[in-house]
């Protein structure tokens, strides 16, 4: 069975701490890796999709890296505005409707 | 565009009241997906669609839960008889074709007292 799992579960970092967050992965064969960022109260927003690994993709202070087994978020000199709940999800290729399996996410804290 | 719209925001409910989840995904999509999100399971996929048609119930928890998609634009999920259990937020989410990005909407969130 596919799994998923982020760590940290949370992690705190002042304003310009630059840290990265996990998700390693167990699928047959990956279609795709997704990053999404969610807010309280919000439904998750789409960030990047990965496909193959060594394939990196950026976004203002967020970088998603992808090797075989893990992907990475790196988030660089943090702002408090990207305080979120970040969610990977994984697509396997054996699934042929594009179904996704979600990690329970990493809670991040960004204090000025 | 307005993104995936959902309805009622909120429901408070009764066990053993009817609910009923409303759902319009981004016009053009043909996929559509129903989640549910608690503290203790994370996100949970319960039912996709695709060209209105289901494609996988597996994660539908039981026969109390039931979904729709009469047309494009539009899709329900509905519990009947509802459980203080169903309590969580319920997510619908759209994808242009099935192995794209999902496009969430803001969620329904569920209490049954």
């Known amino acids: 069975e596919d799994q998923v799992t982020q760590s940290p579960e949370a992690l705190r970092l002042q304003e310009g701490e630059s840290s990265s967050l996990n998700c390693s992965y167990t699928?047959?064969?990956?279609?795709?890796l997704f990053w999404y960022r969610q807010d309280p109260g919000k439904g998750p927003e789409f960030l990047f999709t990965l496909y193959s690994a060594g394939e990196e993709k950026e976004k203002e202070r967020l970088k998603a890296t992808l090797t075989k087994k893990e992907s990475f978020l790196h988030i660089t000199a943090p702002k408090p505005e990207d305080s979120a709940t970040y969610l990977c999800a994984v697509q396997d290729g054996t699934d042929s409707w594009g179904k996704l399996q979600f990690g329970a996410g990493t809670q991040v804290v960004v204090t000025p | 565009d307005a993104g995936v719209i959902q309805s009622p925001r909120h429901e408070v409910t009764e066990m053993g009241q009817e609910v009923t989840l409303r759902c319009k995904p981004i016009?053009?999509?043909?996929?559509l997906f129903w989640y549910r999100q608690t503290m203790m399971r994370g996100l949970e996929l319960l039912i996709y669609?695709?060209?209105?048609?289901?494609?996988?119930d597996s994660g539908m928890p039981e026969d109390r839960f039931s979904a729709k998609m009469p047309n494009a634009s539009f899709s329900t999920l509905k519990i009947q008889p509802s459980e203080p259990r169903d309590s969580a937020v319920y997510f619908c989410?759209?994808?242009?074709?099935?192995?794209?990005?999902?496009?969430f909407g803001p969620g329904t969130r569920l209490t049954v007292t």
């Open positions: 669609f695709n060209n209105n048609v289901p494609i996988d």
């Open positions: 016009s053009g999509h043909n996929s």
């Open positions: 699928v047959s064969g990956l279609r795709g």
């Open positions: 989410a759209s994808s242009l074709r099935p192995h794209y990005e999902q496009y």
